[in-house]
């Protein structure tokens, strides 16, 4: 019988390597969107923490760690990162399957920050947005969410279909800071 | 031009994405004319107007913003949730 | 002529360049004026209207003159200010507006004729006949009138973007600039400070005075590099704020490689040209300077004449002398220093000629007191001056007059949210209003503040008031000694006499030309300055307006307050297009959004085209199939006659959970879901809160509290956006989430009479009629990976839409094609899916075009009389219901010439075909295979009642004109079977 074969969103596209920057594909295991039920945030938090060790995000935050994390994904919704979820949670929020909806990639080094100040219109210096911080923004035309994972790294994801353009334009970025020296 | 948005912080307008006066919905039973007024008429001062923004790229909030629409100032932003501007069901 | 041992480029290495194909030396540091200075070179351009000979005027961004173009092609740059452009290896500029050369210009007949030109001219000279300006006035107009040309070749340069984020925006890194950003920046307050030139200071490079004890540029040399050591406090050179917005938003243009061989920026290097910043900035210090303002007479304009600061601008930064017999023109006292500086270079000083009585001494030189210069002469350079005082009229030999007005402060940015500046009588100068722009505050020459040690002050003044808003502790202002002179000034805006007095050089504006507006009563500033184009040139009349305006005050009697100024708009310099606009040239231009199946499309050579961002297969072509049509008819036909498949996930699909899911759907749309059963889906209609049709689709019911949605491709994002405003504006307290789950699944449509059979075995268990009835979905194991399958319709086909999560489409879609056509069918494209669509009278947002009501559609059954749902009110409009309403029916062609078009319009046989007896209009067309004649849909006036008549269609645009027959808009199997069977 013949079987279905996986291609992850920016297969062929990625790793990038320009200058000390590295742009390379994160394989982020399953990804739900969580949005908790009137009233329910508190106990769907408890449930999160209970069940995947990490409390549910205030706005602007991520919980957890690298393989476990819980985006803030916009308003009353976060994005569980890397388990399936509990099915406990069910109870408190809507639960919606999102594996496949998002390209998710991994920019690092010296001047990611610079590159990402040419597409996305929010300070990520690291004075303000450390570690843990995330938001809600556009990466040039698109819809995205971008998170620091680490001093000079970032997790940004863009709708799956835009994997090119996301891998272009950050390119394109890169190339230009990096030829700045 | 900057809005505040009450879960996002400070953000450029270019996430935003304007709908038009915030006015309060009718009820269901409301005469036509009531209807009417709502759907097509407007006010269209030179200073303070309460309107109805979408943080589109941004977290998704319909945000009720009081603008000045003489000089831009902002002068308030509201979740629109909390607006209040369902009218009676 | 350079002068050994004097500029702030001691030991600069040399650099070679071209000017007009003429190789010269320069030294690093140099800007191309200075270069050209340096190598005796006055005449640069010609003028815009006149063909003048021009020079440099000035040593800034300002310039008027001194434009040239560099590069060639595809890199060619035109109006590049030579007091901006710096030097580099190899660099070479050309002047513009000139043929054959500079020197001997053609189109100087111009100069002859210039009594014609006047103000007025073309728009009095050109009006008649009216066809001919097109043709004839404006091409020869703009050839001899102009500055810099396009080479009409795409731009091969790159240009970039780029936001930042800042405490306090400090603009100009003069003395008040640089005393802002330490304040600042020593305070903690996160600091941006930009400075137009290459080289930060400002006036301090280009003034002999001392500050804190050491030379100007010395102490702003340490002033910067503490600034450069402070983390929070970023310096940008080579850039130059463009405009202010609203809530403290500013753009900045950074001059990235325009002083680098072009090489830097070629193919290959990914250096921009130019950078465009958005800077949010929660404050602002304006440290602009000022410009200083030519003064008006006779022959002002020639090569040669220059601003009095730039004069020492190019003697002490550059340490160039720009004449070896130098007078100096001024109504004030500052511009005495230029011929103290150049005196105590070694400079001959002619002269120095003041119009006041009451000027100050100076030094060993000539001191012409109550005077002023009434002409001057001289072929492509100044020789001579003629000046005028009590005793009489005399020429002196110079070949460099040093001019000064004033300054006018750089208030343009204060005015960009239509701020007004305020006239300061002591300095013959307008200022900025307070609080112009909010978050400003300006400081120094910018403020009306001419001597060093008041910029300091103000300066250091601002940033503390900036700080206390911030709420961060600023220590006590730590002012070093500096320079205090008053400003000491008297009105002198143009000399009185004959002749054409120049006051915009750029758009070749004179004193008479204000004057004859005024008297043609062009009385308001800004009609005058549309009349005779007065600072509309590029630089923005820089120079000219506060003159201007004041001359027509003079013409009009009025003070020049009560005249007032014209609107200082953004880019406060030119900004490219190419700059504006960077990152959106191909690629970038918008995002691409692919399918799963775009790559298996196109191995299979499918036409891709675009639909929104969505790239979607509009046919797949078949060896031998010459035109589209072929593809489409053969696709068509698989679909009728065994299976087709076809990747539909570019429809919206929204994931709907929550207790009140059922009630929310049921106000969203026209039709009742809340009595849907789990397992099935039904089609719904939604309308806008006007009454009118928004989008329709499916709606599956996966179970008690969960739905999914499709929407159109065309309104997935209109209907995300309606529904999170209909949840959060409209109906906050209901308990419903949703989410696109558009990209989560790679969804394709198997619809023919042999898509079950094909579903054998690609599915874990049995499909029958009772395990997927009609309008039945639910979750299906495919080949091993869970998925979902609706059974549902858009080709009035038996058909099945799968969905599996995207990570699997590709695969999917290969083994669905294969398995397709292994039983004669394959996969079809956009246009298959057209016409099926019109077959069966399905519609698009071709019908649904924001004008159709539910009733039109025929669909006015769908609208529940059981409960509310929103645009319900509305709908219920007389109008909205009345049967003469374009309404939707078939077409088929019954004239000679079978052709239907869609935007063609409907007449009744024999009705003029004028736009008041149009009785509707086609939405879709094509041809239909099935039924071997063209079809379409198509609104008509009391349509569904007009059923078998004979209507005329008419397309203008693409010559059709043929009879139709009106028919049911269903064309195909009307009762439905083949999709339930």
């Given at each position: 019988?013949?079987?279905?074969?996986?291609?992850?969103?920016?297969d062929?596209?990625?790793?990038?390597?320009?200058?000390?920057?590295?742009?390379?594909?994160?394989?982020?295991?399953?990804?739900?969107?969580?949005?908790?039920?009137?009233?329910?945030?508190?106990?769907?938090?408890?449930a999160?923490e209970?069940?995947?060790?990490?409390?549910?995000?205030?706005?602007?935050?991520?919980?957890?760690?690298?393989?476990?994390?819980?985006?803030?994904?916009?308003?009353?919704?976060?994005?569980?990162?890397?388990?399936?979820?509990?099915?406990?949670?069910?109870?408190?929020?809507?639960?919606?399957?999102?594996s496949?909806?998002?390209?998710?990639?991994?920019?690092?080094?010296?001047?990611?920050?610079d590159?990402?100040?040419?597409?996305?219109?929010?300070?990520?210096?690291?004075?303000?947005?450390k570690?843990?911080?995330?938001?809600?923004?556009?990466?040039?035309?698109?819809?995205?969410?971008?998170?620091?994972?680490?001093?000079?790294?970032?997790?940004?994801?863009?709708?799956?279909?835009?994997a090119?353009?996301?891998?272009?334009?950050?390119?394109?970025?890169?190339?230009?800071?990096?030829?700045?020296? | 031009?900057?809005?505040?948005?009450?879960?996002?912080?400070?953000?450029?307008?270019?996430?935003?994405?304007?709908?038009?006066?915030?006015?309060?919905?009718p009820a269901?039973?409301?005469?036509?004319?009531?209807?009417?007024?709502?759907?097509?008429?407007?006010?269209?001062?030179?200073?303070p107007?309460?309107e109805?923004?979408?943080?589109e790229?941004?977290?998704?909030s319909?945000?009720?913003?009081?603008?000045?629409?003489?000089?831009?100032?902002?002068?308030?932003?509201?979740?629109?949730?909390?607006?209040g501007?369902?009218?009676?069901? | 002529?350079?002068?050994?041992?004097?500029?702030?480029?001691?030991g600069?290495?040399?650099?070679?360049?071209a000017?007009?194909?003429?190789?010269?030396?320069?030294?690093?540091?140099?800007?191309?004026?200075?270069?050209?200075?340096?190598?005796?070179?006055?005449?640069?351009?010609?003028?815009?209207?006149?063909h003048?000979?021009?020079?440099?005027?000035t040593?800034?961004?300002?310039?008027p003159?001194?434009?040239?173009?560099?590069?060639?092609?595809?890199?060619?740059?035109?109006?590049?200010?030579?007091?901006?452009?710096?030097?580099?290896?190899?660099?070479e500029?050309?002047?513009?507006?000139?043929?054959?050369?500079?020197?001997?210009?053609?189109?100087?007949?111009n100069?002859?004729?210039?009594?014609?030109f006047?103000?007025?001219?073309?728009?009095?000279?050109?009006?008649?006949?009216?066809?001919?300006?097109?043709q004839?006035?404006?091409?020869?107009?703009?050839?001899?009138?102009?500055l810099?040309?396009?080479?009409?070749?795409?731009?091969?340069?790159?240009?970039?973007?780029?936001?930042?984020?800042?405490?306090?925006?400090?603009?100009?890194?003069g003395?008040?600039?640089?005393?802002?950003?330490?304040?600042?920046?020593?305070?903690?307050?996160?600091?941006?400070?930009?400075?137009?030139?290459?080289?930060?200071?400002?006036?301090?490079?280009?003034?002999?005075?001392e500050?804190?004890?050491?030379p100007?540029?010395a102490?702003?040399?340490?002033?910067?590099?503490?600034?450069?050591?402070?983390?929070?406090?970023?310096?940008?050179?080579r850039?130059a704020v463009?405009?202010?917005?609203d809530?403290?938003?500013?753009?900045?243009?950074?001059?990235?490689?325009?002083?680098?061989?072009?090489?830097?920026?070629?193919k290959?290097?990914?250096?921009?040209?130019?950078?465009f910043?958005?800077?949010?900035?929660?404050?602002?210090?304006?440290?602009?300077?000022?410009?200083?303002?030519?003064?008006?007479?006779?022959?002002?304009?020639?090569?040669?004449?220059?601003?009095?600061?730039?004069?020492?601008?190019?003697?002490?930064?550059?340490?160039?002398?720009?004449?070896?017999?130098?007078?100096?023109?001024?109504?004030?006292?500052q511009?005495?220093?230029?011929?103290?500086?150049?005196?105590?270079?070694?400079?001959?000083?002619?002269?120095?000629?003041?119009?006041?009585?009451?000027?100050p001494?100076?030094?060993?030189?000539?001191?012409?007191?109550?005077?002023?210069?009434?002409?001057?002469?001289?072929?492509?350079?100044?020789?001579?001056?003629?000046?005028r005082?009590?005793?009489?009229?005399?020429?002196?030999?110079?070949?460099?007059?040093?001019?000064?007005?004033?300054?006018?402060?750089?208030?343009?940015?204060?005015?960009?949210?239509n701020?007004?500046?305020?006239?300061?009588?002591?300095?013959?100068?307008?200022?900025?209003?307070?609080?112009?722009?909010?978050g400003?505050?300006?400081?120094?020459?910018?403020?009306?503040?001419?001597?060093?040690?008041?910029?300091?002050?103000?300066g250091?003044?601002?940033?503390?008031?900036?700080?206390?808003?911030?709420?961060?502790?600023?220590?006590?202002?730590?002012l070093?000694?500096?320079?205090?002179?008053?400003?000491?000034?008297?009105?002198?805006?143009?000399?009185?006499?004959?002749?054409?007095?120049?006051?915009?050089f750029?758009?070749?504006?004179?004193?008479?030309?204000?004057?004859q507006?005024?008297?043609?009563?062009?009385?308001?500033?800004?009609h005058?300055?549309?009349y005779?184009?007065?600072?509309?040139?590029?630089?923005?009349?820089?120079?000219?307006?506060?003159?201007?305006l004041?001359?027509?005050?003079?013409?009009?009697?009025?003070?020049?307050?009560?005249?007032?100024?014209?609107?200082?708009?953004?880019?406060?310099v030119?900004?490219?297009?190419?700059?504006?606009?960077?990152?959106?040239?191909?690629e970038?231009?918008?995002?691409?959004r692919?399918?799963?199946?775009?790559?298996?499309?196109?191995?299979?050579?499918?036409?891709?085209?675009e639909?929104?961002?969505?790239?979607?297969?509009?046919?797949?072509?078949?060896?031998?199939?010459?035109?589209w049509?072929?593809?489409?008819?053969?696709?068509?036909?698989?679909?009728?006659?065994?299976?087709?498949?076809?990747?539909?996930?570019?429809?919206?699909k929204?994931?709907?959970?929550?207790?009140?899911?059922?009630?929310?759907?049921?106000?969203?749309?026209?039709n009742?879901?809340?009595?849907?059963?789990?397992?099935?889906?039904?089609?719904?209609?939604?309308?806008?809160?006007?009454?009118?049709?928004?989008d329709?689709?499916?709606?599956?019911r996966l179970?008690?509290?969960?739905?999914?949605?499709?929407?159109?491709?065309a309104?997935?994002?209109q209907?995300?956006?309606?529904?999170?405003?209909?949840?959060?504006?409209?109906?906050?307290?209901?308990?419903?989430?949703?989410?696109?789950?558009?990209?989560?699944?790679?969804?394709?449509?198997?619809?023919?009479?042999?898509?079950?059979?094909?579903l054998?075995?690609?599915?874990?268990?049995?499909?029958n009629?009772?395990?997927?009835?009609?309008?039945?979905?639910?979750?299906?194991?495919?080949?091993?990976v869970?998925?979902?399958?609706?059974?549902?319709?858009?080709?009035?086909?038996?058909?099945?839409?799968?969905?599996?999560?995207a990570?699997?489409?590709?695969?999917?879609?290969?083994?669905?094609?294969?398995?397709?056509?292994?039983?004669?069918?394959?996969?079809?494209?956009?246009e298959?899916l057209n016409?099926?669509?019109?077959?069966?009278?399905?519609?698009?947002?071709?019908?649904?075009?924001?004008?159709?009501?539910?009733?039109?559609?025929?669909?006015?059954?769908?609208?529940?009389?059981?409960?509310?749902?929103?645009?319900?009110?509305?709908?219920?409009?007389?109008?909205?219901m009345?049967?003469?309403?374009?309404?939707?029916?078939?077409?088929k062609?019954v004239?000679?010439?079978?052709?239907?078009?869609a935007g063609?319009?409907?007449?009744?046989?024999?009705d003029?075909?004028?736009?008041?007896y149009?009785?509707?209009?086609?939405?879709?067309?094509?041809?239909?295979?099935?039924?071997?004649?063209?079809?379409?849909?198509?609104?008509?006036?009391?349509?569904?009642?007009?059923?078998?008549e004979?209507?005329?269609?008419?397309?203008?645009?693409?010559?059709?004109?043929?009879?139709?027959?009106?028919?049911?808009?269903?064309?195909?199997?009307?009762?439905g079977d083949?999709?339930?069977?």
């Amino acid at each position: 019988m013949a079987e279905l074969i996986a291609k992850s969103p920016c297969d062929g596209l990625l790793p990038v390597t320009v200058g000390g920057m590295s742009l390379t594909e994160e394989d982020p295991g399953a990804m739900w969107a969580v949005a908790p039920f009137n009233g329910e945030d508190k106990a769907l938090s408890q449930a999160l923490e209970a069940a995947h060790g990490m409390a549910f995000p205030a706005a602007n935050r991520a919980t957890g760690k690298a393989g476990s994390r819980a985006v803030w994904f916009g308003r009353g919704m976060a994005l569980l990162m890397g388990p399936e979820p509990d099915a406990k949670l069910a109870e408190h929020a809507a639960l919606t399957d999102q594996s496949d909806a998002w390209a998710v990639v991994r920019l690092e080094g010296q001047g990611a920050e610079d590159v990402l100040a040419r597409l996305v219109p929010v300070d990520l210096r690291a004075a303000v947005f450390k570690r843990g911080h995330t938001v809600r923004s556009e990466l040039k035309h698109m819809m995205a969410s971008v998170t620091r994972t680490g001093p000079q790294a970032f997790q940004i994801m863009v709708f799956r279909s835009m994997a090119k353009t996301l891998v272009h334009d950050l390119k394109t970025a890169m190339e230009a800071v990096a030829a700045r020296g | 031009m900057r809005i505040t948005c009450p879960l996002c912080g400070e953000r450029d307008r270019r996430e935003f994405y304007y709908k038009g006066a915030a006015l309060v919905r009718p009820a269901e039973g409301a005469d036509l004319d009531v209807w009417h007024g709502y759907v097509n008429l407007r006010e269209n001062p030179a200073g303070p107007l309460d309107e109805l923004w979408y943080h589109e790229m941004g977290c998704n909030s319909w945000l009720k913003v009081t603008r000045d629409t003489a000089t831009h100032e902002i002068l308030a932003v509201q979740l629109a949730s909390e607006a209040g501007l369902g009218g009676e069901t | 002529m350079r002068l050994p041992g004097k500029g702030l480029n001691q030991g600069a290495k040399p650099i070679t360049f071209a000017f007009n194909g003429r190789h010269m030396t320069g030294l690093e540091g140099d800007t191309l004026a200075a270069a050209l200075l340096a190598s005796g070179v006055h005449l640069v351009g010609r003028s815009f209207k006149y063909h003048r000979p021009r020079g440099i005027l000035t040593a800034g961004s300002e310039e008027p003159n001194a434009l040239v173009t560099i590069g060639t092609g595809g890199q060619q740059d035109p109006n590049v200010r030579a007091t901006q452009q710096e030097l580099f290896e190899g660099l070479e500029a050309r002047s513009q507006n000139c043929w054959p050369s500079v020197e001997r210009d053609v189109m100087a007949v111009n100069d002859l004729a210039a009594p014609f030109f006047g103000a007025g001219f073309y728009y009095k000279t050109f009006m008649w006949p009216a066809a001919f300006w097109e043709q004839l006035y404006e091409p020869l107009i703009r050839k001899a009138a102009g500055l810099g040309a396009l080479s009409g070749e795409a731009d091969q340069d790159r240009y970039e973007k780029a936001f930042a984020f800042c405490d306090v925006l400090v603009i100009g890194s003069g003395p008040a600039g640089l005393m802002a950003a330490l304040t600042a920046g020593r305070a903690g307050a996160d600091v941006i400070l930009c400075e137009e030139d290459s080289r930060m200071g400002g006036r301090l490079l280009a003034e002999r005075e001392e500050v804190g004890g050491k030379p100007g540029h010395a102490w702003a040399a340490e002033v910067l590099a503490e600034l450069e050591a402070m983390g929070n406090v970023r310096l940008m050179t080579r850039t130059a704020v463009t405009g202010a917005y609203d809530q403290g938003t500013y753009g900045a243009l950074e001059r990235v490689s325009h002083h680098l061989p072009r090489r830097h920026s070629l193919k290959g290097s990914h250096l921009p040209r130019e950078c465009f910043w958005r800077i949010a900035a929660r404050h602002a210090v304006l440290a602009a300077g000022a410009i200083e303002r030519p003064v008006a007479f006779r022959n002002n304009d020639r090569p040669g004449i220059m601003m009095a600061g730039a004069v020492r601008a190019y003697l002490n930064r550059w340490g160039v002398a720009p004449g070896e017999r130098v007078t100096i023109f001024a109504n004030n006292d500052q511009a005495h220093r230029t011929a103290r500086d150049l005196h105590d270079a070694g400079v001959h000083i002619a002269a120095v000629i003041d119009s006041r009585h009451e000027a100050p001494d100076g030094g060993p030189y000539q001191v012409i007191k109550g005077a002023q210069v009434c002409d001057s002469a001289g072929r492509q350079r100044l020789e001579s001056i003629t000046v005028r005082s009590v005793k009489g009229e005399e020429k002196i030999q110079t070949d460099c007059l040093a001019m000064s007005g004033g300054w006018n402060p750089s208030v343009h940015l204060t005015c960009h949210l239509n701020g007004r500046p305020v006239w300061k009588r002591e300095a013959l100068a307008f200022i900025p209003s307070e609080g112009a722009v909010p978050g400003m505050v300006a400081a120094g020459a910018c403020n009306g503040t001419f001597s060093t040690a008041g910029a300091l002050r103000e300066g250091a003044e601002a940033a503390a008031k900036v700080l206390e808003a911030l709420g961060l502790k600023s220590s006590a202002a730590d002012l070093p000694q500096a320079e205090d002179d008053p400003y000491r000034i008297a009105a002198l805006w143009a000399v009185p006499g004959k002749g054409r007095a120049w006051l915009d050089f750029q758009n070749d504006v004179t004193v008479k030309d204000v004057k004859q507006a005024a008297t043609e009563n062009f009385r308001s500033v800004e009609h005058m300055k549309r009349y005779t184009t007065q600072g509309m040139a590029a630089d923005q009349g820089k120079n000219s307006n506060v003159a201007a305006l004041a001359v027509l005050a003079d013409a009009t009697g009025r003070t020049i307050p009560e005249t007032g100024t014209t609107t200082f708009r953004p880019p406060f310099v030119p900004v490219a297009i190419g700059a504006m606009g960077a990152g959106a040239a191909d690629e970038g231009f918008k995002p691409q959004r692919f399918l799963t199946s775009h790559g298996e499309s196109d191995t299979r050579g499918a036409h891709q085209v675009e639909v929104g961002l969505w790239y979607r297969a509009a046919y797949f072509p078949k060896p031998g199939e010459t035109n589209w049509r072929q593809s489409c008819d053969r696709e068509v036909t698989l679909v009728r006659n065994a299976v087709g498949i076809c990747d539909v996930s570019t429809l919206g699909k929204i994931d709907i959970q929550g207790a009140d899911a059922g009630k929310f759907l049921d106000f969203l749309y026209t039709n009742t879901f809340s009595t849907l059963k789990a397992g099935k889906v039904r089609y719904g209609l939604m309308l806008r809160e006007d009454g009118f049709v928004m989008d329709d689709g499916t709606t599956a019911r996966l179970g008690e509290n969960h739905f999914v949605m499709t929407t159109t491709t065309a309104a997935a994002g209109q209907v995300m956006a309606h529904m999170e405003y209909v949840s959060q504006v409209l109906r906050p307290d209901w308990d419903v989430r949703f989410t696109s789950v558009t990209e989560q699944w790679a969804q394709f449509a198997v619809a023919g009479p042999k898509s079950r059979e094909l579903l054998d075995g690609l599915l874990d268990e049995e499909v029958n009629g009772e395990t997927w009835p009609f309008m039945g979905c639910g979750e299906a194991t495919l080949l091993g990976v869970k998925g979902r399958l609706f059974r549902i319709s858009f080709s009035g086909e038996h058909a099945y839409e799968l969905a599996v999560p995207a990570r699997y489409g590709e695969s999917l879609f290969r083994e669905l094609l294969k398995r397709a056509e292994a039983m004669g069918g394959g996969a079809y494209g956009m246009e298959a899916l057209n016409v099926l669509r019109i077959e069966k009278g399905l519609i698009t947002h071709a019908e649904i075009n924001g004008t159709v009501t539910a009733f039109d559609l025929g669909l006015q059954g769908m609208m529940s009389t059981k409960k509310d749902f929103l645009g319900k009110p509305m709908s219920t409009r007389e109008g909205l219901m009345a049967e003469d309403r374009m309404r939707l029916v078939g077409l088929k062609p019954v004239g000679a010439a079978k052709e239907i078009t869609a935007g063609a319009h409907l007449f009744t046989p024999g009705d003029s075909v004028e736009r008041i007896y149009d009785q509707g209009y086609v939405t879709s067309a094509g041809y239909s295979p099935t039924l071997g004649h063209p079809i379409g849909l198509a609104f008509l006036k009391e349509g569904p009642d007009r059923i078998g008549e004979t209507v005329r269609l008419v397309d203008h645009m693409r010559g059709a004109d043929t009879l139709c027959e009106v028919v049911s808009p269903v064309f195909f199997d009307p009762e439905g079977d083949r999709a339930r069977g």
